[in-house]
């Protein structure tokens, strides 16, 4: 590579948040849901959403200039391939997806305060907190964890599962996939109780909502088990340790072994790293995010998390890598010794 082409690949880098930015902007602000139809004039929009004329116009143009929505005169209106994601909440929750990824842009434009130290300027929106940032942070689980959660489950085994119990699981996308492949199972879906307003919303969209249990937990500050939860035979954990310290998911781990039944697993589904912790990429992007999200969360390696099991007395049955997001690590309870 040349200076040149170093200079270009630089400042390709260092550019790519406008794009981003454009359409971020346009699914916060809800543009699109006054686009369809015939569409709208620049000006019809900025007084329905209170906005300026000026920065509504020149954010349509550049949506248009991006193939996102179509200009006719003065007259913007949404393409067809992209309306049925970008209008309400969009299909598969997507809409909801774009103004996550918003509320985490303004996490990021502070990265480095972040990593000096510094204190979070923004914690009133955290998504534990804020209400919509927390609807909006569910809802985009169910865009993330809806697309796969069918695949991920042909993964899981639960022949001899009676009780499931999915720790911070959000939308309930794989609980609803477990049930759906067998309905004898007893599902318990445990999150946070500002979290399970949506979650109760989205549940009772779906055909076999009614059947899960839902259990509001606070597991990682709480030491207390809700007396509402029975003895599992599957514990469940997508997508949460991340967040966390390892000292608290050594904590959280030792504390959820005992709920097992003998024999019983503890499943993690996670971004893993590769033992240099340079590898694969979408993964080390995916830890600067929890940078920029978090106090004190990372993105750890398989090795690394079967060893809180194994702290707490579980065995690493195996651990598979299912993609650059997606890695099964499975810990199982010792069955009772005469």
Known sequence: MDATDARDRLDT??????????????????????????????????????????????????????????????????????????????????????????????????????????????????????PAANRSFIRAMAAVSGAHAAALVDHLDLDGVHTVGDLGGGPGSYLLAMVARQPEIEPYLIDLPLTLVTTRALLAEAAAGQAIHTVAWDFYHDPEVPTALPPFDLLFLSQVVHAESSARNADLFARLAPLLTPGGRLVVHETTLEPDHTRPREATLFAVNMVAMTDSGRVYTAGEIAAWGEAAGLVCARWDHLGPRSCLITLRRPKATR
Not at 14 to 43: I, R
Not at 64 to 79: H, P
């Open 13 to 130: 880098l260092a550019a790519g948040f406008m794009e981003a930015k454009v359409l971020l902007t346009g699914a916060e602000l809800h543009l699109f849901d006054h686009l369809t139809g015939a569409g709208a004039t620049a000006a019809g929009v900025a007084q329905t959403i209170g906005a300026t004329v000026r920065g509504v116009e020149i954010l349509l143009d550049a949506l248009v200039a991006l193939e996102v929505i179509d200009k006719l005169g003065d007259r913007y209106r949404n393409r067809p391939a992209y309306a049925p994601l970008l209008v309400g909440d969009g299909d598969g929750q997507f809409a909801a997806l774009l103004r996550h990824r918003a509320h985490c842009f303004r996490g990021w434009a502070h990265l480095e305060e972040k990593i000096r130290g510094e204190a979070d300027r923004d914690d009133d929106r955290s998504v534990i907190r804020d």
